[in-house]
């Protein structure tokens, strides 16, 4: 029963992160018939044409798709460091959550500072089948790395 307890918070994440495409993609539609609704109303009307690129509806949704996953990095790695926190006082060995708790804080900074130089439009246009990013197939990976630690440590 520990053990289901202290990889919940990692199951959770995971759980988390393979829903996140599905997200996005809900998101950036809904802002995209929102802009087209937007559109047929202006005065004058509006000539696609006539809009740069960095401000077209494909670029907001690259930026939409793009701000959504950074703002996932911190969330997706906290629960994670409060699950090593956790494990802390359930009088796991302690090495399992200090592992966690210093691998979580450098994977969260070097994503999101990779994810800050990065562009929108480069960034979404490396995500895989299925709309995944490199941040949530590495975010997932590390979630199952820390459940197999747990599971084989504990």
Not at 65 to 73: G, L, N, P, T
């Amino acid at each position: 029963m520990k053990t289901i307890g202290l990889t919940a918070p990692f199951l959770a994440g995971i759980l988390f992160y393979a829903i996140s495409p599905l997200i996005s993609q809900l998101i950036r539609r809904t802002i995209d018939d929102q802009l087209a609704q937007d559109a047929d109303r202006s005065v004058p009307k509006y000539n696609p044409s006539a809009v740069p690129f960095f401000l077209s509806r494909p670029a907001i949704g690259d930026y939409i798709e793009y701000a959504i996953d950074v703002a996932q990095i911190i969330p997706g790695i906290l629960l994670p460091l409060v699950s090593a926190i956790f494990a802390f006082s359930v009088g796991v060995n302690p090495i399992i959550p200090a592992f966690i708790l210093i691998i979580g804080f450098i994977f969260g900074l070097a994503a999101m500072t990779w994810m800050l130089n990065s562009s929108a439009s480069k960034y979404v246009s490396h995500k895989y089948k299925g709309g995944y990013s490199i941040a949530t197939i590495l975010t997932t990976v590390a979630n199952l790395l820390a459940i197999i630690a747990i599971i084989t440590l504990t």
